[in-house]
């Protein structure tokens, strides 16, 4: 795989090609078309695509214009899932938005925008997932939600709100320094905005893509899974081309070994991830059946995004699968960290549910 190509070239064909392969859009399906293209000419012996119907997303124009203490366009995106808007508002600050942020401001949100930072500003220090952070927003009533990038360049972050369903306050994207700005003007006393948005919520289809490995017994699978889509923003090249191609180089060097192997192996690339893990979700309850016979699965997400030797294995529901997978790395030589992180952010957390081992890789 290392000395081959063909890793890059897929991941090239995935970006320029298909974009960001945003959840229902045409760049999700034609993506989709490529990737069950290339597994078919692999020989394996069952490739197919299941489809779902969802309440989509479809930007629209957006804007947020600061009134108080002066009246000036700010730079800003709507974040995917984002309802429609027309609303003024104050502005309150809520710090890394996590539950003890949001405890100190009381009352004093209800109505209001909430200004939040997107990463921890400690380094190291655990942060709450953006889905978090925005329904601690809506419980505490505010009218809003801006999301702050905390890396520097003026670049707005984004990142989806809802799942199957509109997000209950609309969201926004900002940069470092549009955000820091706000927040230096409420030092000095109360900043009001307008936030507009007109999006639309149609209803798609996204596609789960399947690809089958037989085992010397089909009884019992290995599930290795990943998301092909992303951002209607970006390219989407860490976070899941990555990914996507990490499993489709997995599945061509195992190809020639089918039926050689102790169990078979189900390669599944889900559809939908960033709009709420509608595609893993779907499957996980469609195959509920099929649980029983799922010996692990391992979900593969972002998995260069960072240096050298940065790769983690997150093992949340079985201390004995964490114990299998750091002794495999260790005897590989493999620079990766192993732990029981749980989390409920990738595709692997709808087959926790279910009881099943689960590990995750990013």
């Keep these: 795989i290392w000395a081959e190509g063909r890793a890059m070239e897929h ?22 078309y490529y990737l069950l293209g ?6 394996l012996a069952d490739v197919y695509a299941e489809a779902f119907r969802y309440q989509g997303w479809r930007r629209g124009p957006a804007m947020v214009t600061m009134l108080q203490p002066r009246e000036q ?8 899932g984002s309802p429609p808007c027309d609303l003024t508002a104050r502005v309150v600050a809520v710090g890394d938005g996590e539950e003890e942020d949001y405890a100190r401001t009381g009352d004093g949100l209800r109505g209001a925008v909430a200004l939040c930072n997107a990463e921890s500003g400690i380094v190291g220090t655990p942060t709450s997932h953006r889905r978090a952070k925005y329904l601690r927003a809506v419980r505490a009533g505010a009218a809003a939600f801006l999301y702050v990038s905390q890396n520097p360049g003026m670049l707005a972050v984004t990142g989806g709100l809802a799942s199957a369903a509109a997000a209950p306050i609309p969201g926004f994207g900002l940069g470092f320094e549009t955000g820091a700005r706000i927040a230096r003007l409420l030092e000095g006393g109360e900043v009001a905005l307008h936030l507009e948005g007109r999006h639309e919520l149609p209803e798609v289809t996204s596609r789960n893509l399947v690809a089958e490995l037989p085992g010397a017994t089909r009884d019992d699978f290995v599930l290795v899974g990943a998301h092909y889509d992303g951002h209607d923003i970006a390219q989407g090249a860490g976070d899941n081309g990555s990914g996507t191609v990490a499993l489709l180089e997995a599945a061509r060097v195992l190809a020639p070994f089918a039926g050689q192997l102790r169990r078979s192996v189900r390669f599944v690339w889900f559809a ?52 299998q997978v750091a002794g495999l790395a260790t005897r590989l030589g493999l620079d990766v960290q192993v732990d029981g992180h749980l989390s409920s952010a990738s595709d692997h957390f709808p087959f926790l549910t279910l009881g099943i081992p689960v590990a995750t890789m990013g």
Excluded: K, T
């Design 73 to 80: 366009p700010l730079d800003a995106i709507a974040l995917p």
């Design 272 to 323: 939908a991830e960033e709009s709420g893990l509608l595609g893993s979700w779907w499957y996980a309850r469609s195959h509920r059946d099929e649980a029983g016979r799922v010996g692990v699965v391992l979900n593969l997400d972002s998995v260069v995004a960072g240096p050298p030797g940065g790769q983690q294995i997150h093992c949340g529901n079985s201390r004995a699968l964490e114990e």
């Design 11 to 32: 991941l090239v064909a995935l970006c320029d090609r298909f974009s960001g392969r945003f959840a229902g859009s045409d760049d999700e399906l034609a993506a989709g």
């Design 38 to 43: 290339q597994l078919r000419a692999l020989g």
